[in-house]
Protein backbone atom coordinates (compact mmCIF):
# COMPACT_ATOMS: atom_id res chain seq x y z
CA UNK A 1 0.00 0.00 0.00
CA UNK A 2 1.89 3.69 -0.92
CA UNK A 3 1.74 5.80 2.06
CA UNK A 4 0.29 9.22 2.42
CA UNK A 5 3.21 10.47 0.97
CA UNK A 6 2.99 8.36 -2.72
CA UNK A 7 5.33 5.69 -1.92
CA UNK A 8 4.72 1.89 -0.91
CA UNK A 9 8.17 1.78 1.47
CA UNK A 10 8.64 5.45 2.74
CA UNK A 11 12.47 5.98 3.53
CA UNK A 12 11.91 7.03 7.10
CA UNK A 13 9.84 3.48 8.04
CA UNK A 14 11.75 -0.36 8.73
CA UNK A 15 8.96 -1.70 7.34
CA UNK A 16 11.22 -5.37 6.28
CA UNK A 17 10.25 -6.81 10.39
CA UNK A 18 6.59 -6.18 9.62
CA UNK A 19 6.38 -7.99 6.52
CA UNK A 20 9.11 -10.73 7.18
CA UNK A 21 9.45 -13.67 9.85
CA UNK A 22 13.06 -13.54 9.39
CA UNK A 23 15.18 -11.79 12.26
CA UNK A 24 18.69 -10.61 12.04
CA UNK A 25 20.79 -12.55 15.43
CA UNK A 26 24.13 -11.94 16.73
CA UNK A 27 26.51 -14.67 18.43
CA UNK A 28 29.21 -12.75 18.89
CA UNK A 29 33.09 -12.03 17.21
CA UNK A 30 30.96 -9.61 14.71
CA UNK A 31 29.36 -12.98 13.47
CA UNK A 32 25.31 -12.45 12.23
CA UNK A 33 23.09 -14.43 11.12
CA UNK A 34 19.38 -13.89 9.86
CA UNK A 35 16.94 -16.86 10.68
CA UNK A 36 13.34 -17.22 10.11
CA UNK A 37 11.50 -17.26 13.09
CA UNK A 38 7.91 -18.56 15.07
CA UNK A 39 5.84 -15.54 15.99
CA UNK A 40 7.39 -15.71 19.79
CA UNK A 41 10.47 -15.58 18.86
CA UNK A 42 9.75 -12.71 16.65
CA UNK A 43 7.85 -11.10 19.57
CA UNK A 44 10.51 -11.84 21.96
CA UNK A 45 13.21 -9.98 19.55
CA UNK A 46 11.07 -7.08 18.72
CA UNK A 47 10.91 -6.41 22.31
CA UNK A 48 13.98 -6.40 22.78
CA UNK A 49 14.72 -3.56 19.87
CA UNK A 50 11.77 -2.08 21.42
CA UNK A 51 13.14 -1.83 24.76
CA UNK A 52 16.44 -0.48 23.17
CA UNK A 53 14.50 2.40 20.95
CA UNK A 54 12.31 3.42 23.76
CA UNK A 55 14.40 3.31 26.53
CA UNK A 56 17.32 5.16 25.26
CA UNK A 57 15.91 8.93 24.70
CA UNK A 58 14.23 8.52 27.63
CA UNK A 59 16.66 7.75 30.16
CA UNK A 60 16.74 11.89 31.43
CA UNK A 61 13.32 12.01 32.07
CA UNK A 62 13.54 8.63 33.83
CA UNK A 63 16.49 9.27 35.71
CA UNK A 64 14.16 12.66 36.72
CA UNK A 65 11.12 10.51 37.83
CA UNK A 66 13.62 8.37 40.23
CA UNK A 67 15.29 10.95 41.74
CA UNK A 68 13.07 13.90 42.30
CA UNK A 69 9.68 12.52 42.44
CA UNK A 70 8.74 11.03 46.16
CA UNK A 71 7.33 6.77 45.95
CA UNK A 72 3.41 6.83 46.44
CA UNK A 73 1.09 4.03 45.09
CA UNK A 74 -0.50 5.26 42.08
CA UNK A 75 1.49 8.48 41.84
CA UNK A 76 3.69 9.60 38.75
CA UNK A 77 6.28 6.98 39.45
CA UNK A 78 3.57 4.33 38.44
CA UNK A 79 1.82 6.26 35.70
CA UNK A 80 5.36 6.52 34.05
CA UNK A 81 5.91 2.85 34.89
CA UNK A 82 2.85 1.70 33.13
CA UNK A 83 3.21 4.34 30.23
CA UNK A 84 6.54 3.08 29.51
CA UNK A 85 5.39 -0.55 29.43
CA UNK A 86 2.93 0.41 27.30
CA UNK A 87 5.31 2.09 24.95
CA UNK A 88 7.37 -0.53 24.52
CA UNK A 89 4.94 -3.24 23.74
CA UNK A 90 3.13 -1.14 21.66
CA UNK A 91 6.74 -0.71 19.60
CA UNK A 92 6.97 -4.37 19.22
CA UNK A 93 3.68 -4.98 18.09
CA UNK A 94 4.03 -1.97 15.43
CA UNK A 95 7.53 -3.33 14.48
CA UNK A 96 6.25 -6.75 13.52
CA UNK A 97 3.04 -5.56 11.96
CA UNK A 98 0.78 -7.14 14.77
CA UNK A 99 -0.96 -3.84 14.98
CA UNK A 100 -1.11 -0.69 12.54
CA UNK A 101 0.34 2.56 13.27
CA UNK A 102 -2.27 5.73 13.34
CA UNK A 103 -2.59 7.76 10.43
CA UNK A 104 -0.61 5.98 8.18
CA UNK A 105 -1.06 2.64 5.92
CA UNK A 106 2.56 1.84 6.04
CA UNK A 107 3.37 -0.86 8.10
CA UNK A 108 6.33 -1.63 10.70
CA UNK A 109 8.37 0.92 12.87
CA UNK A 110 10.51 4.20 12.30
CA UNK A 111 13.89 3.17 11.29
CA UNK A 112 16.71 4.72 13.16
CA UNK A 113 18.13 7.02 10.81
CA UNK A 114 20.66 10.03 12.14
CA UNK A 115 18.19 12.31 11.71
CA UNK A 116 15.42 10.61 13.83
CA UNK A 117 17.26 10.31 17.17
CA UNK A 118 16.75 13.72 18.31
CA UNK A 119 12.79 13.65 17.03
CA UNK A 120 12.65 10.28 19.29
CA UNK A 121 14.48 12.41 22.38
CA UNK A 122 11.90 15.12 21.93
CA UNK A 123 9.14 12.98 21.33
CA UNK A 124 9.28 10.17 24.15
CA UNK A 125 10.28 12.62 26.70
CA UNK A 126 7.65 14.62 25.92
CA UNK A 127 4.95 11.73 25.71
CA UNK A 128 6.13 10.23 28.76
CA UNK A 129 6.25 13.42 31.04
CA UNK A 130 2.57 14.48 30.16
CA UNK A 131 1.27 10.73 30.55
CA UNK A 132 3.30 10.47 33.43
CA UNK A 133 2.26 13.32 35.17
CA UNK A 134 -1.29 13.35 33.64
CA UNK A 135 -1.77 10.19 34.80
CA UNK A 136 -0.55 10.95 38.62
CA UNK A 137 -3.00 14.04 38.75
CA UNK A 138 -5.93 11.81 38.25
CA UNK A 139 -4.75 9.52 40.44
CA UNK A 140 -4.45 12.27 43.48
CA UNK A 141 -7.13 14.69 42.22
CA UNK A 142 -10.18 12.12 41.21
CA UNK A 143 -9.38 9.77 44.12
CA UNK A 144 -9.29 7.16 41.37
CA UNK A 145 -6.14 5.29 41.24
CA UNK A 146 -6.71 2.71 39.20
CA UNK A 147 -8.08 4.45 36.01
CA UNK A 148 -5.00 6.69 36.30
CA UNK A 149 -3.59 3.12 35.17
CA UNK A 150 -6.37 3.27 32.31
CA UNK A 151 -5.23 6.63 31.56
CA UNK A 152 -1.64 6.11 31.29
CA UNK A 153 -2.23 2.75 29.12
CA UNK A 154 -4.74 4.55 26.80
CA UNK A 155 -2.55 8.01 26.24
CA UNK A 156 0.83 6.27 25.95
CA UNK A 157 -0.26 4.38 23.57
CA UNK A 158 -1.93 7.13 21.46
CA UNK A 159 1.06 8.74 21.65
CA UNK A 160 3.45 5.74 20.07
CA UNK A 161 0.90 4.77 17.75
CA UNK A 162 0.71 7.99 16.55
CA UNK A 163 5.06 8.64 16.21
CA UNK A 164 5.27 7.08 12.80
CA UNK A 165 3.03 9.08 11.03
CA UNK A 166 4.85 12.17 12.56
CA UNK A 167 8.26 10.64 11.41
CA UNK A 168 6.99 10.40 7.99
CA UNK A 169 5.95 14.20 8.22
CA UNK A 170 9.27 15.31 9.41
CA UNK A 171 10.78 13.03 6.49
CA UNK A 172 8.96 14.35 4.15
CA UNK A 173 8.92 18.18 5.69
CA UNK A 174 12.89 18.53 5.87
CA UNK A 175 14.11 16.23 3.19
CA UNK A 176 15.99 13.46 4.86
CA UNK A 177 17.99 11.10 3.51
CA UNK A 178 17.53 13.46 0.40
CA UNK A 179 14.72 12.59 -0.71
CA UNK A 180 11.20 14.77 -1.73
CA UNK A 181 8.17 14.40 -1.55
CA UNK A 182 6.32 12.99 -4.34
CA UNK A 183 9.36 12.27 -6.08
Known amino acids: MPSSSGRNDHPCRATRPARSRRRRGWFGHGKT ?31 FVMVSIPNRFFGVKTSALVAWTTMVVEVALIRGGWLSPLGTETPGWVS ?9 FLYFNTVLAVVAYGGGSVAKTMGLPLVSIVVSVVCAGIGVGVFPRLAEWYCDRFFVSGVRPNA
Open 112 to 120: LTPSLLLLR
Open 33 to 63: NTEEKGNFGRFLDDIVYAFADVSVPLVPFLW
